[in-house]
């Protein structure tokens, strides 16, 4: 299959490594075109892949049948809304980052649009990409136009498994924002590794309590102690993570709280529901990003 992946990141680097390594014709597309994306991964049993994978080309890319965008949430509407008008119309376009909201920030199109989570971890160590650990990866139809693409989940599950196809991606994406809500926020707030966390049930019930009661009113049948035992399942398991926003923080980047906790805000306003503890930690990020961002370091 013709594939671009938008952002080289780290996921984005695992994810042109092991596409290309099952036989698709792939390459990345930078913000800043460069002949080609340098691709040096670490798998987490030490096997490792160095190739140099091609990159910005308008004509594979206006060929391509899907689009797997992973790019932090705050760069997504920018990037994808450049280029809509160059891709196919059947190309179906995955969004893959933590956060929701991303969509509606969207203009108006006809492309397949597919939602995803995941829980591979890998980061940056100069120049090399640590596949940290396996994780899964959730996807699903977020538009009409996408629901019969489940033969997509079956493909990227033979590059990089797992990955579970979802009807309904909409509770499975409310999840993984609790987890987002919960530890990214508090792992600032404590300068801490997430395994650390479990040193705070009572915070992390209120902050539960508080998601619980928006997924509800969303019409997605949950319970606090039910996110709660699911957030401190992924506490332990990726017990010596350094979350994603603490790693922004660290960097002075910008973080993707807006799409973390300002969109469970967002949704909680539309509902009349207070959420005093998200607000506290919501404040608490934007504080610590106004910091660094008004002496203009790490400006989106
Ligand atoms: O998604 C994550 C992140 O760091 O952004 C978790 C699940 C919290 C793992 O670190």
């Given at each position: ?170 509770s499975a994406?409310w999840r993984k924002l609790a987890v987002?809500?919960v ?21 992390i019930e209120?902050l539960c309590r508080e998601v619980a009661s928006v997924m509800e009113?969303?019409?997605h049948h949950t319970s606090c102690e039910g996110l709660m035992s699911y957030v401190m399942q992924v ?66």
């Open positions: 299959m013709k594939i671009t992946i938008l952002g080289c990141g780290a996921l984005g680097q695992l994810w042109l490594s092991r596409l290309y390594q099952q036989g698709h014709d792939v390459q990345g597309w930078l913000r800043v075109p460069q002949p080609f994306c340098a691709v040096n991964i670490i798998e987490p049993d030490g096997t490792s892949f160095n190739r140099n994978l091609p990159t910005n080309d308008p004509e594979h890319l206006a060929q391509s049948e899907l689009l797997l965008v992973t790019l932090k949430a705050w760069q997504v509407s920018g990037a994808v809304t450049a280029l809509l008008p160059k891709l196919n119309p059947h190309c179906a376009i995955l969004l893959l980052h933590n956060g929701m909201g991303t969509q509606d920030e969207l203009p108006a199109h006809n492309q397949p649009i597919l939602q995803g989570t995941t829980t591979h971890a890998a980061r940056h160590d100069g120049n090399t990409i640590i596949h940290v650990a396996n994780g899964v990866t959730h996807i699903g139809p977020a538009s009409r136009q996408a629901m019969h693409l489940s033969h997509l989940a079956e493909m990227l599950h033979q590059a990089l498994p797992d990955v579970a196809w979802h009807n309904h991606i909409a994406s987002n809500c530890i990214n926020p508090l792992t600032v707030l404590y300068n801490c590794h997430n395994g650390d966390l479990q040193r705070y049930p009572e915070q209120t009113m969303e019409g506490i332990q398991l990726t017990a010596d993570n350094v979350s994603s926003m603490l790693q922004d923080i660290r960097a002075q980047r910008h973080t993707e709280i807006d799409y973390i906790t300002g969109y469970l805000l967002r949704r909680g306003r539309s509902h009349g529901i207070p959420l005093p503890e998200n607000t506290r930690l919501f404040e608490l990020i934007k504080q610590k990003e106004n910091e660094y961002e008004r002496v203009g370091v790490g400006l989106p």
